[in-house]
């Protein structure tokens, strides 16, 4: 029963089960960034600190400057700034 109403279920199957290792491959992955920022945090890192750091890394230089500047300019509007 390879060809159902006009579905391969063969050609179906090897896409469901790629996508299943690599689901796999990501739980493995994420358990292994938890156990870094597990270690970080008890050698006293802030990991809120170090997950907006990972955060902002991954932005490009121009967008991060420019969301800096935007939130420089709200918290002066709103009298946060010392």
Known sequence: MDDTSGVNGSHLRSFIERIERLEEEKRTISDDIKEVYAEAKGT???????????????????????????????????????
């Open 44 to 82: 006293g890192f802030d990991i809120k600190i170090m997950r907006k750091i990972v955060s902002l890394r991954r932005q490009e230089v121009n967008k991060r400057k420019e969301e800096a500047e935007i939130l420089d300019l709200y918290l002066n509007a709103l009298g946060m700034v010392e």
